[in-house]
C-alpha cells in the first residue's frame, strides 16, 4: 500500500521505474502462487490471502495507486472491488475511502476508453 503509494507519487508516468513494483503487488494480492508451483499432493499451492487481511483505507489506496500509475488490470481491479464490498469493509468505510475508490474507478475507466486493448493506459489522456 505505503510502497505503491509512493511511487506513482515520486515517479508519476514512468512506466519503467514503476513495473516491477505493480507486478510484485499484483502476485501478492493474487491467490495462486506464479509460476504453477504445486503442492506435494499435486495440487495448486495456495498462499495466505494477503487483500483478505487488508482494510478499506489499505485497498482504496491499492486502488488509488493503480488509477495515478495509470494500471488497469481488469481481474485485479475486479478483484479490489468484491473486497471493497465484503461486510467488514462496508461497515467501518469512511467517506474519504469511497471518494477515493470512486475518484480511481472513474479515472481508469475513462484512461480505459483511451487506450489500447491491451490495457496500457500509458497513452491514454
Known amino acids: 500500500n505505503t510502497v505503491l503509494r509512493s511511487v506513482v507519487m515520486i515517479a508519476p508516468g514512468e512506466r519503467g521505474c ?3 513494483i505493480f507486478e510484485a503487488a499484483r502476485i501478492l494480492l493474487s491467490d ?3 509460476g504453477g508451483n504445486r503442492s506435494d499432493d499435486g495440487g495448486t499451492r495456495y498462499r495466505p490471502d494477503f487483500l483478505r487481511r487488508c482494510n478499506e483505507f489499505e485497498v482504496s489506496n491499492i486502488i488509488w ?3 495515478k500509475g495509470r494500471r488497469y488490470d481488469r481481474a485485479l481491479l475486479l478483484r479490489l472491488a468484491d473486497r471493497m464490498m465484503e461486510k467488514d469493509i462496508v461497515d467501518s468505510c469512511s467517506p474519504s475511502s469511497v471518494s ?3 475518484w480511481s474507478y472513474a479515472t481508469l475507466l475513462a484512461q480505459r476508453e483511451g487506450s489500447d486493448e491491451s490495457g496500457d493506459l ?3 489522456d
Do not use: G
Open 122 to 124: 500509458s497513452t491514454a
Open 32 to 34: 495462486i502462487e506464479e
Open 18 to 20: 514503476t513495473d516491477d
Open 100 to 102: 477515493r475508490v470512486l
Open 65 to 67: 495507486a493503480h488509477a
